[in-house]
C-alpha cells in the first residue's frame, strides 16, 4: 500500500523523487494553475454579471418599443375605422371608442404605478410636475368621457361632428399621455 505524507501543503510520496526544486516547481505549477483558473472563473462570472442585465434591459426596452408600436398601429387602425362608420353603424363605433378609452385608461394607469414606485427618490421640482401632468391627464380624460357621451347620446344629423368632435378628443388625450410619458 502506498502512503502519502502532505508537509507544507507537498504531497510526499514514498519511492518518488523528493528533490525540494522538483517539488516547488510542481508546487508553482499547481498554484499558477489554481490561480488561473480562479481569474477565469472570476471573469467569466464578472462578464455574466455585466452582460446579462444588460441585455435583459436591451430586450425589455424592445419589448416596450414592440408594445409601444403595436398599440400606435392598432390605435391609428381603430381612429381611422370610427371615422369610416356611420350613423347607422353607430354601435360598432361606439364599441371601438370604448375600446380604445379602456386601453388608454390601462395606460394611465400603469403611468401612475410607475410613478408611485418612483416617487419617493422624485427631487420635489420633478414631483411637482408629475402631480400637473397627471391632473392635465385627468383632465383630458373628463373631456373625452363628455365627447364619448355625447357620441352616444347624438342624433343621425350630428354624427359626423360628434364623431369628429369624439377623436378630437382622444387625439388630445393620446397626445397629452405620449408626452406624459417621455417626460417621466
Known amino acids: 500500500m502506498l502512503r502519502a505524507r502532505v508537509t507544507s501543503g507537498f504531497v510526499f510520496v514514498p519511492g518518488h523523487s523528493h ?66 362608420y356611420s350613423a347607422a353603424q353607430r354601435d360598432q363605433a361606439l364599441a371601438r371608442a370604448k375600446t380604445l378609452i379602456e386601453e388608454l385608461d390601462v395606460r394611465i394607469a400603469e403611468l401612475k ?9 422624485m427631487q420635489a421640482a420633478a414631483r411637482e410636475q408629475a402631480h400637473d401632468t397627471l391632473s392635465q391627464l385627468e383632465a383630458k380624460r373628463a373631456d373625452l368621457a363628455k365627447a364619448y357621451e355625447t357620441l352616444e347620446t347624438s342624433s343621425s344629423s350630428a354624427w359626423e361632428d360628434v364623431k369628429q368632435s369624439f377623436l378630437e378628443h382622444y387625439q388630445t388625450l393620446r397626445g397629452a399621455f405620449d408626452a406624459a410619458r417621455s417626460e417621466l
Not at 510542481?26 to 454579471?49: D, H, N, P, Q
Not at 442585465?53 to 400606435?72: F, H, N
Not at 404605478?113 to 427618490?121: F, K, V
Open 113 to 121: 404605478t410607475w410613478l408611485d414606485q418612483h416617487w419617493e427618490p
Open 19 to 84: 528533490d525540494p526544486s522538483t517539488v516547488e516547481q510542481a508546487g508553482a505549477r499547481t498554484m499558477s494553475s489554481w490561480r488561473l483558473r480562479t481569474f477565469a472563473i472570476a471573469v467569466a462570472f464578472a462578464s455574466w454579471v455585466i452582460v446579462v442585465p444588460a441585455s435583459l434591459a436591451t430586450e425589455q426596452r424592445e419589448t416596450e418599443q414592440d408594445k409601444v408600436g403595436s398599440i400606435q398601429e392598432e390605435t391609428a387602425e381603430a381612429i381611422v375605422a370610427i371615422k369610416q
